[in-house]
């Protein structure tokens, strides 16, 4: 049974990479009544869709691959596809002021707006998924050009944010009909790196308080996901605040959802900030998979990306140093650098956390090497949470 996605194979990556990228297994679909194959694309609306596309590739490395816009006959919007290893981007900005986009922009920000998956049979999907409840946003359909046709269709999930279906299977163009071709015309720097990241490891949620749990259940019930993993209490609190979280994934591990949600504290949490500048539940941030994090570091720091700051007394813990063990870089390489490690009974990753993304303190990146864990960071939260509470503070938000 081939395991790997059209946009995998692209990326020259195989079975054996993704299982240390992201933790990949094998799975047959063949029972799963909504069976998902994987990422297709990750969907952002944001207030400049030129400028976002450029900073994608110009600051994280990523390739143009395809375009829409009026040159192209679409006088709504501007449509920028990107690449990076396996992973899609679709950058969407208003060109009408009309547009939906630009009403979405201005109650949400800059953010991810459609989390697109890539399944083999749309309509069973779909079938399964109004059955079980869900809300079909877009009924199956095929949209077609000269490099084939494509099926899809759209049900939603927390907040604004929905799920694209998608099947490629008799499609040869760039990216959807209505876009073309499209090369970088940034010039990558003599000596950097083919990539920056190589996979979409998970994408999290934060949803309102007493919300997560349904949220879960709709993983469970509509896509057929299994629990993967639970924080609560003390595993996810700092003096301050707290949080909840459960994490959902597909069969094969490839999609993995973590749903946070707020818990009752002394001050806001950062889910509460999140919730009131987002305007409601949406994506908080997206796991970018690396195979070497010490060179995106060093090259995303060089081109102004700001990471959030660990304290030095992270690294002095003895019971920290006691429970990694040996990694293979020293902990003094990961300190210059901020980056956080953990270890479970499956091996280590090491993991670091951007600022927010665009001007409102909501969607950001972590990037994440996995050796062998397949958790999540545990062992770090208390740590990240404190560095993200010290950010609230300075925006005066707590």
Known sequence: MDILTDAEKLADLDADALRRLVGLVEHDD????????????????????????QLFQAVYGMELVAYSGPETGNRDHHSYVLRSGAIRF?????????????????????????IALEVPDVDRCIAHARTAGATVLIEPHDVSDEHGTVRTAAIATYGET????????????PHLPGHVARSSTVVRPEGAPRRLFQALDH????????????????????????NMAEFIGDDIATDYSALMSKVVASGNHRVKFPLNEPSPGARRSQIDEFLDFHRGPGVQHLALATNDILTTVDVLRSRGVEFLDTPAAYYEDPE???RIGQVRVPISELQSR?????????????????????????????????HGSLGFG?????????????????RGNV
Do not use: C
């Open 378 to 394: 545990k062992g770090n939260f208390k740590a990240l949470f404190e560095a993200i509470e010290r950010e609230q503070e300075r």
């Open 203 to 226: 994408v999290v949620g934060n949803v309102e308080y007493g919300r997560m749990d349904s949220w879960v259940d709709f993983y469970h019930r509509i896509m057929g996901f299994t």
């Open 30 to 53: 063949s029972a799963d009544p909504f069976p998902v194959t994987g990422w297709d694309a990750v969907v952002w609306v944001v207030g400049n869709a030129v400028q976002t596309a």
């Open 90 to 114: 679709e950058v969407r900005g208003a060109v009408d002021p009309d547009s939906p986009l630009a009403d979405h922009h201005r109650r949400h920000g800059d953010g991810v707006a459609d």
């Open 338 to 370: 901020g980056i956080l490690v953990d270890r479970d009974e499956d091996g280590y990753l090491l993991q670091i956390f951007t600022k927010p993304f665009g001007d409102r303190p909501t969607v950001f990146f972590e990037f994440i090497e996995r």
């Open 320 to 322: 920290l140093r006691a």
């Open 162 to 173: 929905r799920h694209t279906l998608v099947d490629r299977s008799r499609y040869t163009g």
